[in-house]
């Protein structure tokens, strides 16, 4: 616990240390423990042979044991070259070359495996060096009878062999799986190429099969080799010795197994565990939690996709937390609520069909007295989103600078187009605007129309319904385009002027039909007697109905001038 406490503090310095000292002596002892258990069989539990002939047999198999540490710690050592010398690059804190880089990452993963194949090498060299012997101390029998004995020897050493080394891939395994982070951090253990890959199927079928099968075929090759002896020796002996090898062979699959199932199990709940307190993390809210990816199977691209799903999370949570930011700031922009001046009640409102848009209006009150103008602003950006909110706060502040000093409402559009078209140049970006000047005093209207819908204006006395249009394009497309406006005098009391973009008259319902513009005729018509925000309700209420729950694909924006008193 102590040293996993020192390698977060200091990982290139103890890392190293682990690999040369815990590393070596965990593979050596699982050796030394699966030699012993052979050796005891053969030395102790099979008495087949003279006290000499297990003597010798102890002897070889000792002196033999030490010359295959030698041999396995030479490999290791030769494959972990660069291992070492990366660790000590990084505990310098030098650079360490891409090549190098990747090589390591390669055999880090390979690490297990590697540990396992060099000692499956010693369990074979064991198994013909023992065999032989063998064959050697039977020499003057019958053919039969050498063959059947070395066989014997070979196949139970190589048995035993492939248990211990799967004991030893997974205990390297977890040992490494705690090390990949800072091998890999920032992920990609699945990407690496020439690294080899244990699905958690062949995980399963293979602890199954080293657990269960392989000490059955044991216990069978030598139970069988029991029961042949009963041809030579007193029967009661051999099933004696028949008993002790059984109980001998059940107690060490008994722990062969439960030490597989433990590691092998380890493999696979550790990664889920971390998983599942990540996702309880993520779940209550706390958007940073990841899980280490410490393997390159399945478990291990799990892990890169929940870190990767995370991420995403983060990332939209701050988009989420900008469009909130940037809604607020539209929202600012307009105006703060309807406006009653000098006999004009107006009102307007704009709904967006995502959290920011770019339909806009504005009231704009100019000079003071008898040379007091209200200017009012409809306009359609192109797009939705933060593109055309941008372009809309532009459009606001560009128009508003304008129309503090004096001009016509044509000179007005012009100086403002010819801004926006150095802003939004190559961008494909424009902006449709019908402007409206209103001269209280006077009662009269100038208006410009930038190739937006032209503004419906109704007057209650003679029930007539007259578009105020004109020719004209979008803002943004055309610098040296010059702007008409139009003109209208003797307003009359009662008098409503709609300003409207196309999102109103485009809205469909569930069965694709579009509202159009015969709704909001009859609607002026009805309810000429109200105020400018009642008429307004009344048009938006109408549109809902309409809609009947459809989602709004365009934004709407609505102004209403009505002429009173």
């Known amino acids: 616990m102590k040293s996993w406490k020192a390698v977060e503090k200091d990982p290139w310095h103890y890392i190293p240390k682990l690999l040369r000292i815990r590393l070596t002596l965990s593979q050596i002892g699982a050796n030394l ?89 010693n369990w074979v060299l064991a198994a013909f060096v023992m065999s032989t012997y063998n064959i050697f101390e039977l020499v003057g029998e019958s053919p ?48 690496i190429r020439g690294a080899y890959r244990l699905k958690l199927r062949t995980r399963m079928i293979a602890t199954f099969a080293l657990a269960s099968f392989l000490p059955m075929i044991l216990m069978a090759v030598l139970s069988y080799n029991k029961a042949r002896l009963m041809l030579i020796m007193n029967p009661e002996d051999v099933i004696q010795s028949l008993f002790y090898l059984t109980a ?15 590691l092998s199990s380890t493999g696979i709940l550790t990664p889920i565990s971390q998983m599942e307190q990540a996702m309880r993390k993520v779940e209550q809210g706390d958007l940073s939690a990841s899980v280490p990816v410490s393997s390159n199977d399945e478990l291990g691209v799990l892990a890169e996709n929940f870190n990767q799903m995370t991420e ?22 307009l105006p703060k609520g309807n406006l009653k001046r000098k006999g004009f009640d107006i009102a307007g409102r704009s709904i967006y069909c995502d959290e920011t848009g770019g339909d806009y209006f504005d009231f704009i009150i100019n000079g003071r007295g008898e040379n007091e103008r209200i200017g009012i602003a409809i306009g359609d950006v192109s797009g939705h989103g933060i593109p055309s909110a941008l372009l809309m706060a532009t459009v606001r502040s560009s128009l508003r600078q304008r129309t503090s000093f004096s001009g016509s409402a044509a000179n007005i559009i012009n ?52 578009e105020l249009g004109g020719s004209g394009i979008a803002l943004g497309v055309d610098k040296n385009w010059n702007f008409k406006e139009g003109s209208k005098t003797d307003l009359c009391h009662g008098q409503i002027i709609l300003l409207s973009t196309d999102g109103i008259w485009e809205a469909r319902n569930p069965n694709g039909d579009m509202f159009g513009k015969d709704p909001i005729y009859d609607i002026l018509h009805s309810k000429a007697a109200m105020s400018a925000n009642e008429i307004l309700e009344a048009i938006l209420r109408s549109l809902s109905i ?6 709004i694909e365009d934004d709407i924006t609505l102004v209403v001038v009505k002429i009173s008193d």
């Open 546 to 551: 309409f809609q009947n729950g459809t989602k």
């Open 33 to 121: 423990a699966g030699a012993s258990i052979v050796m005891s069989y053969f030395v102790f539990i099979d008495e087949s042979g003279s006290f000499q002939h297990a003597a010798n047999t102890l002897t070889v198999g000792s002196i033999m044991f030490f010359g295959l540490v030698v041999i396995a710690v030479t490999l290791h050592r030769i494959f972990q070259k660069d291992l070492t010398d990366f660790m000590r690059l990084k505990a310098k804190g030098q650079e360490v070359a891409s090549e190098l880089n990747k090589r390591v990452q390669r055999k880090i993963l390979n690490l297990p495996s590697i540990s396992a194949l060099i000692s499956s090498l």
């Open 144 to 191: 039969a009878v050498i063959l059947f004995e070395g066989s014997r020897v070979f196949v139970g050493i190589i048995i035993s062999g492939v248990v211990v080394c799967a004991i030893i891939f997974f205990t390297t395994e977890i040992f490494c799986r705690r090390i990949y982070p800072y091998f890999f951090p920032h992920g990609g253990l699945i990407k």
């Open 248 to 262: 001998f062979l059940l107690a060490a699959a008994l722990i062969a197994a439960m030490i597989l199932s433990r």
């Open 415 to 466: 100086d403002v187009n010819r801004q926006l078209v150095l802003d939004v140049e190559d961008s494909g970006q424009f902006v449709t605007m019908f402007y409206l000047s209103i001269d209280p005093t006077q009662k009269q209207l100038q208006w410009v129309r930038a190739g937006h819908d032209a503004a419906i204006f109704y007057d209650p006395g003679t029930k007539s319904f007259e």
């Open 312 to 333: 995403g999370l983060r990332e939209r949570y701050h988009m989420r937390q900008s469009l909130d930011l940037a809604m607020e700031v539209q929202q600012r922009l």
